[in-house]
């Protein structure tokens, strides 16, 4: 049989697409780096793991319930959700992880020559989905390390369909505060969509730190981002959501592909919402002890550091960050490098348990001596 012709069946902006390459599982990591044991700082889990009643959830799922097809739009979920923020479950898109929500709105608002617009460094996956959609992603300089919302602005133009801001952003930590995000808001004036991405929302503390979601009813082209996987420790299950407004969820709807949230995830997100044993307060101080040590440790050694809300930290290293990843998994200590994030020199490291912390600054001063 002859080849595919890929030249001709694959479009150009796939061709020419970088793909993402995963990390290896873990147990190969360690063959590879010659390590016994591997401290994962790279992904900003939640070393608690998920809150008690959604571990219970997980461990009581009936095994032959696995035969069954779960809930093809998390029904119960989107109810609990809406029951929170005061709105209505039609107004919630659960996806299979908030990485999926950004293809649904991707595809249900652009089509070829539009274009998006978000920041040079932060969260790629909004600038990676558009780009192998033959979507242009515009990709504006942070101005002191946050969003830059006047740049944002000025590069708006007639097919300008979303502009995707991360509230905190990740990899900075830097945060809009309520003004900046309604004087943002007023001057876009509903005539795109502003996506706002909250995955770390249940980690900041400032007063005036915005919630989105309280936004939509005054600003219908808003559309916020929430996930499962970083405060609420179920980022094995993938399962995040979205809200907005209802006429606006109603058009993103049609480009969901149903039973992409699977029914342990559903389960174990309800169960996750109903906590009360305190996971979020244990979680928040267990990542300002972290970040109170990692700071000291750093500031010490004469490292500069960005840090502000959310479970991870950048730091800036005397020389390359790729090199430093491959010396810290020798040492068994996993961080994100940031080239990838327009970031070179500088890694990102989650703020994990104390005595991971203090591994990883063990490991450091090892490979920078
Ligand atoms: C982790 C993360 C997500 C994706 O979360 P999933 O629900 O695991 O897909 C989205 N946005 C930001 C900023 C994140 O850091």
Redesign the pocket.
Known sequence: MMQPNLDLLIPAYVREFEPYIPSKPDAELKKLYRCDRLLRLN??ENPLGPPPGAQEVICKFSPPSGAVYPSGDSYYLRREIAAIHGIDPDQVLV??????V?TFVIKAFCEQGDNIITADK??A?YEWVATFSGIEARVIPLVREGFDDRGMLRAIDHRTKILFV?NP??PTGTYWSRKILTDFLDAVDGRQIVVI?E??FEFVEAADYPDGIALIRQYPNVVV?R????MYGL?AL???YLAGNPDVVDMIRRTCVVYSVNAIAQEAARAALQDDTGHIRRTRELVAESKAFLCEELSKMGLPLIAGEGNYLIVRLPGSDTLAYRKLMREGVMIRPMTGFRYPDHIRVSLARLEAMEVFVGALKKILS
């Not at 996806?95 to 999926?100: I, K, L, R, S, V």
């Not at 996930?227 to 970083?230: G, I, N, P, Q």
């Open positions: 992904n900003n996806g299979n992880g908030a990485n999926e950004i932060t969260f996956v991360c952003n990740n991405d995955a770390y981002f996930t499962f996987s970083k980022a993938r399962i995040g």
